[in-house]
Each structure stands twice: as C-alpha cells, then as structure tokens.
C-alpha cells in the first residue's frame, strides 16, 4: 500500500501526490539532529559518571594506594613519636639522677615550629592539602625533638667522659703495690699528729706511712701527670709530685728508685718507682700524701682498692692510733 498522501487542489479540480515543503523538511532534520545530540550528551555524562575510564581507573587505583602508605607513614611516625618521649624521659633521669643537673626544659622540647604559614604552598589543595600540612608539620616536630635531643646526648657524652676522666684521675687506690695489705698494715703511721722519730715531739703528720721492704713496687693512685721531681737528702729524700687535675696532687716520699720523668702522664695502677728509705727516714716505708687545692688531706679516704669494710675498718683504725711516723 502506497504511502503517499493525496490532496485537492482547487486550481486544477483534481487530488495531486502532497509534497512536502523543503522549509519544512530542514526543520525537521534540524529538530531530529538535536535530538541526536541532547541524547549522546546526555548518554556521555551518564557514562562518564557511572562508568570510569581507563585512566580514571588507574587513577583511582593510584590514589587508593597512596592512602595505604599515607596511613603507614602515619603509623611510623606515631611510632617514632613514641620512641623519641621515651628517650626524653631517659634523658631527663640520667640528666637528674646520675649527673646530678636539671633536665631539658619542657617547654623547649614542646615548643612550636618558628615562621607563620609554613606550607602556603599547600592552600589551594583543599583537602588533600590539610592532610598533607598535618603531615609536614608533624614531620618538622619530629625533626625538631630529634635535633635536641642530639644536643643533649652530646652533652651527656661529654659529661659521662669528663666524669669518667674525673674517676679514674682522683686518687682512690693504695700507693703500696702488693698482694696482700697486712704486711703495709704490720708498721702504719696515719695522718694527724704523730711522734718524729728523730726529734721525739709531736709534729703533724701530713700522711700515711706504708711500711714494706726495700724495693717493693709504688703505683700512681690516679690518672695525672708528673709535677715535680726531686731528689734530696734531707726531708722527703727522693720524691715525686703527681697532678691529678680538679686540685687534686698526691706526693710520693722516701722512694729508693724513680721509674718516671717531669712532664710524664701516668696513668691509676702505673709502677712509678719502688720503696726506699731516702732522706730523713728510719725504714724503708713510703709517705704518701693527698692533696686537694695544695692543702694536705687525709689520705685514708682515698684507699679503698679491694678492701672489705672489715679491712678497710682495720686500716682505718691503724692509721687513727698516735703512734711514732717513720719519718
């Protein structure tokens, strides 16, 4: 059946084939092509919507993975955060209870990040921009503890090796190199006022007198270096001065030999000659004195090399009784 369309025209008195006006056609192929288009617009935002592309995809797996290690890093900081308060407060003990000083202050280890708008920069990242600020910033904090902290550990090394030198320069073992202690014990003249063997007044004794034979090895009793030498007849016969540092000198008397030189460092336990009975002596014996700031001390505070405080007790009590010195 023939689709064409029939109308009368009064002109020729008979029914003509309708043609349809090409203004017409145009309007309408116009009309069809933006329905065309409204369609594939709208099919295009749709699926680009709800449908990713590839890149997209990639995108998104990309940012996924990103988020994992930004919420590792996270837990890694928190973990070195952690760690580096427990290290403070290990600063602060062994600052208070071995050195004996104030630890660091609170408020500079709490301190902020010095500069106003750090990260600028950062402002037009909107949200990705915060997290990444708060990241950065705590980083800076971290950076900044780290810094002070190394500060403060290479002041604890300095001091820990000052106290170390201090400990083994001040004099703290027996000048007397022997096994067994009683034999110095046997003939001992303490510090205080004794009777002068030659003179038999009571003089003060500025030291200890260690009794034992001729030849028997005399140690330094600190870390120093060799002050004075001198050999006289008379007196403190053969003698050696020895600086410790922090105004503290122990002097060696009597000595028959003389194993160092002026200007030598010792060091605590180092053979420094033997015992001998030079100068104004009456035995064999070494007088050894203890001196802090030039002035003589006693020296039996500064004996306590591998003694039980039972002999330490009975050296105490040899060197307190008023007896006659040897020299």
Same mark, same amino acid.
């Given at each position: 059946?023939?689709?064409?369309?029939?109308?009368?025209?009064?002109?020729?008195?008979?029914?003509?084939?309708?043609?349809?006006?090409?203004?017409?056609?145009?309007?309408?192929?116009?009309?069809? !092509?933006? %329905?065309?288009? %409204?369609?594939?617009?709208?099919?295009?935002?749709?699926?680009?919507?709800?449908?990713?592309?590839?890149?997209?995809?990639?995108?998104?797996?990309?940012?996924?993975?990103?988020?994992?290690?930004?919420?590792?890093?996270?837990?890694?900081?928190?973990?070195?955060?952690?760690?580096?308060?427990?290290?403070?407060?290990?600063?602060?003990?062994?600052?208070? =209870?071995?050195?004996?000083?104030?630890?660091?202050?609170?408020? %500079?280890? @709490?301190?902020?990040?010095?500069?106003?708008?750090?990260?600028?920069?950062?402002?037009?990242?909107?949200?990705?921009?915060?997290?990444?600020?708060?990241?950065?910033?705590?980083?800076?904090?971290?950076? +900044?503890?780290?810094?002070?902290?190394?500060?403060?550990?290479?002041?604890?090394?300095?001091?820990?090796?000052?106290?170390?030198?201090?400990?083994?320069?001040?004099?703290?073992?027996?000048?007397?190199?022997?096994?067994?202690?009683?034999?110095?014990?046997?003939?001992?003249?303490?510090?205080?006022?004794?009777?002068?063997? =030659?003179?038999?007044?009571?003089?003060?004794?500025?030291?200890?007198?260690?009794?034992?034979?001729?030849?028997?090895?005399?140690?330094?009793?600190? @870390?120093?270096? =060799?002050?004075?030498?001198?050999? +006289?007849?008379?007196?403190?016969?053969?003698?050696?001065?020895?600086?410790?540092?922090?105004?503290?000198?122990?002097?060696?008397?009597?000595?028959?030999?003389?194993?160092?030189?002026?200007?030598?460092?010792?060091?605590?336990?180092?053979? %420094?000659?033997?015992?001998?009975?030079?100068?104004?002596?009456?035995?064999?014996?070494?007088?050894?004195?203890?001196?802090? @700031?030039?002035?003589?001390?006693?020296?039996?505070?500064?004996?306590?090399?591998?003694?039980?405080?039972?002999?330490?007790?009975? !050296?105490?009590?040899?060197?307190? =009784?008023?007896?006659?010195?040897?020299?």
């Amino acid at each position: 059946m023939s689709n064409e369309k029939y109308v009368y025209n009064p002109s020729t008195l008979k029914y003509e084939i309708y043609k349809t006006p090409k203004s017409k056609i145009a309007l309408r192929a116009v009309a069809g !092509l933006c %329905i065309i288009m %409204i369609g594939a617009v709208t099919l295009f935002f749709a699926a680009s919507h709800y449908i990713p592309s590839p890149k997209e995809q990639s995108l998104e797996r990309e940012i996924n993975q990103l988020n994992y290690h930004y919420n590792l890093m996270n837990r890694d900081l928190d973990v070195v955060a952690t760690d580096l308060e427990y290290l403070h407060d290990k600063d602060s003990d062994i600052h208070r =209870v071995i050195f004996g000083i104030d630890p660091l202050d609170e408020g %500079i280890w @709490n301190g902020g990040i010095g500069g106003s708008n750090r990260y600028q920069e950062l402002d037009n990242f909107r949200e990705s921009g915060d997290l990444i600020e708060g990241s950065l910033s705590r980083i800076d904090q971290l950076k +900044r503890k780290i810094e002070i902290q190394k500060k403060s550990v290479d002041t604890l090394y300095s001091l820990a090796l000052e106290r170390e030198e201090k400990l083994l320069s001040i004099p703290s073992i027996k000048p007397v190199k022997e096994n067994k202690l009683k034999r110095s014990m046997y003939s001992l003249s303490g510090f205080g006022m004794r009777i002068h063997p =030659v003179h038999k007044v009571k003089k003060f004794h500025k030291g200890i007198d260690f009794t034992a034979p001729r030849g028997t090895a005399i140690q330094a009793t600190g @870390n120093g270096t =060799v002050k004075r030498i001198e050999k +006289r007849k008379s007196g403190y016969g053969n003698n050696i001065i020895i600086d410790h540092g922090y105004g503290y000198t122990t002097l060696y008397a009597h000595m028959d030999a003389v194993m160092v030189k002026k200007g030598d460092k010792v060091t605590k336990g180092q053979q %420094i000659g033997t015992i001998g009975s030079t100068g104004t002596s009456t035995a064999p014996h070494l007088h050894y004195e203890v001196r802090k @700031n030039g002035k003589a001390i006693n020296p039996i505070d500064f004996c306590m090399d591998g003694l039980t405080p039972k002999e330490y007790q009975e !050296l105490v009590n040899k060197a307190t =009784v008023e007896n006659q010195s040897f020299d």
